[in-house]
């Protein structure tokens, strides 16, 4: 696991905490068994839950989603709010006018960017997902149904492993600050 991974989760700790504990959620609604519950450690599982593979397609596919989507569904709300606060409406920081406002934004932002840089699933599980639906076994509409689904949760596993989201980040972040 790359140096990078593991920076980027530390900046975006609420994001991997709450994707981790959703993770957990998840597996105990699915029944599907869990390791320790440590959310956050230092290493390629920091932001996501010892697990056993959950038996099949439909039950896999749902374990590797949803704790995606309620990420998106708490961070993007807050990250559209930052970001039109600051950046479409100018709410700024001006010298030694320290404006409450703009501190709100700015941790609204921050917030939406770390929920929103944790919403795929770790790059095996979404491999095992790729697998069991291409499967010959899984019925031609479930690989028609979820094609363009799995293609994305494996391209933004490889996205996150790689914290190839960082600079989009960073730039957004100063483009508010800054602009």
Sequence with gaps: MTTLYIIGRIITIPGAYLKAFCEHLICRILRIPTG???YLRLDEMLGHIEH?????VGKNFWFCSLSGIINILFGLPMLLAGALGLLYLGVGYAGDEKSPVFFAYLIMLYFGIALM???FPLAEDALYTWGLVFDE???VIFKVLLF???AVLVGGAYIERYAAYLPIWAALMLAAIYL
């Excluded at 056993?52 to 099949?56: F, I, K, Q």
């Design 36 to 38: 320790e519950p440590r």
């Design 52 to 56: 056993d593979l959950p038996d099949g």
């Design 117 to 119: 840089s944790n919403i």
């Design 137 to 139: 076994k899984t019925p």
């Design 148 to 150: 363009i689904p799995c």
